[in-house]
């Protein structure tokens, strides 16, 4: 059975840093697509940031407008761990995080899965 566990937020002052992390297991074989989404109240989830496979050792990253510059998405295949640096953080990124990571296991082969959540509030 895969899961998805995320950690690392927080309650952050403005300008401030947090490092979330998302951990897979479970039987998986191969991973494609890993990132992360958030939600924030009475808002649209929203993708983040995305680290894709694009070969054998060939990722891409994609991240929303809102936060190129800010935020840095990684990845440790030997883990099957995705990282997401967050650094000058406004309070607007405050929202619930979500990890998810696009898996091949056997016997369900490839589907998404999710995290739980982990809440970042950005205030002063």
């Known amino acids: 059975q895969v899961q998805l566990v995320d950690t690392g937020g927080g309650l952050v002052q403005p300008g401030g840093s947090l490092r979330l992390s998302c951990a897979a297991s479970?039987?998986?074989?191969?991973?494609?697509?890993m990132g992360w989404f958030r939600r924030a109240p009475g808002k649209q989830r929203e993708l983040v940031a995305a680290?894709?496979?694009?070969?054998?050792?060939?990722?891409?990253?994609n991240y929303a407008d809102s936060v190129k510059g800010r935020f840095t998405i990684s990845r440790d295949n030997g883990n099957n761990t995705v990282y997401l640096q967050m650094n000058s953080l406004k309070p607007e990124d405050t929202a619930v995080y979500y990890c998810?990571?696009?898996?091949?296991?056997?016997?369900?082969?490839?589907?998404?899965?999710w995290g739980q959540g982990t809440q970042v509030t950005v205030s002063s």
């Open positions: 680290i894709t496979r694009g070969g054998s050792t060939n990722y891409a990253t």
């Open positions: 998810y990571a696009e898996a091949y296991s056997d016997p369900e082969g490839w589907r998404n899965y």
């Open positions: 479970g039987g998986i074989f191969s991973t494609k697509s």
